[in-house]
């Protein structure tokens, strides 16, 4: 049961990129960040229920990157759910966090059932490689799990299936996206939402007339450069963000919260 039986709340986080003995990353010290972002929910959503992290919890994928997102994550005060990214290490993973779920064959995924839909958590990392893939094994146990459940489901990925018109992010998207679709497909009157990350930005909009969302990531963002090619993708430093969502048995909202804001408040 989540705590408020009337709305289920939780974050969706995504890309912290954490490195070892607190270095930085493009010069900016990514754990500061997720730091700062757990202190903001532990502060301000405590009420929520869960967080989700879509993947590129490190930016290298090594132990001591690891020990360092650990370290951060332990002052959550509410539960998570992590994903795999491109800039993971599965097995480095599994050895700091051998509670994570994971599927008979062997990858980073798994399912929390809610009141208002079965969460999917689903592994599209491909060792060597920064874009997705969902192999056949992967595929066998997403269609099987679809198959003996009904009911709202949400899912949550690190790489999109989708382009969203960012030429190097689409390069580096679910490479298999067509043969994800088909096992999709079939369910698609009852996939509430996907959540993605990899992206690092806040990307909303639908595919194939399922409603996606993207959020920013904690480090470091892609610069917004638009159906350009050639030219190089630039990274920038805008806010980093997590959204929270309030879902029930009618909608799925979500909010970007831009938590290092500190502008000034006033009365309307
Ligand atoms: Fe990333």
Same mark, same amino acid.
């Given at each position: 049961m989540n705590k408020n039986p009337e709305m289920l709340k939780f974050i969706h986080m995504t890309d912290c990129h954490v490195a070892g003995n607190d270095q930085t990353v493009y010069g900016e010290r990514p754990s500061t960040k997720l730091r700062a972002a757990i202190d903001s929910i532990n502060r301000? @959503?405590?009420?929520?229920d869960f967080v989700v992290i879509t993947g590129d919890l490190t930016h290298h994928g090594d132990d001591a990157a690891y020990e360092n997102f650990a370290r951060e994550l332990r002052r959550l005060v509410i539960p998570s759910h992590l994903l795999m990214g491109n800039h993971d290490d599965t097995r480095t993973f599994r050895f700091h966090f051998p509670e994570a779920q994971r599927c008979d064959c062997g990858f980073i995924q798994g399912s929390k059932r809610t009141p208002y839909g079965l969460c999917l958590f689903l592994d599209t990392s491909h060792k060597g490689s920064s874009a997705g893939r969902y192999c056949e094994e992967r595929s066998k146990w997403l269609s099987g799990v679809l198959g003996a459940t009904d009911g709202p489901v949400m899912l949550f990925m690190? @790489?999109?299936?989708?382009?969203?018109?960012?030429p190097d992010t689409d390069d580096s998207k679910l490479e298999d996206a067509e043969a994800f679709w088909e096992i999709v497909e079939p369910h698609k009157d009852r996939i509430r939402h996907i959540f993605v990350g990899h992206a690092h930005r806040v990307v909303f909009g639908n595919w194939r007339g399922i409603s996606v969302s993207c959020m920013r990531g904690l480090n470091h963002q892609v610069s917004l450069?638009?159906?350009?090619?050639?030219s190089g993708q630039h990274g920038n430093f805008e806010a980093p963000a997590y959204g929270i969502v309030l879902a029930n048995s009618d909608q799925v909202m979500i909010h970007m919260h831009d938590f290092t804001d500190r502008s000034e408040r006033f009365v309307f």
């Open positions: 301000d @959503h405590e009420d929520a690190h @790489h999109p299936p989708f382009k969203i018109g960012i450069e638009l159906l350009r090619s050639g």
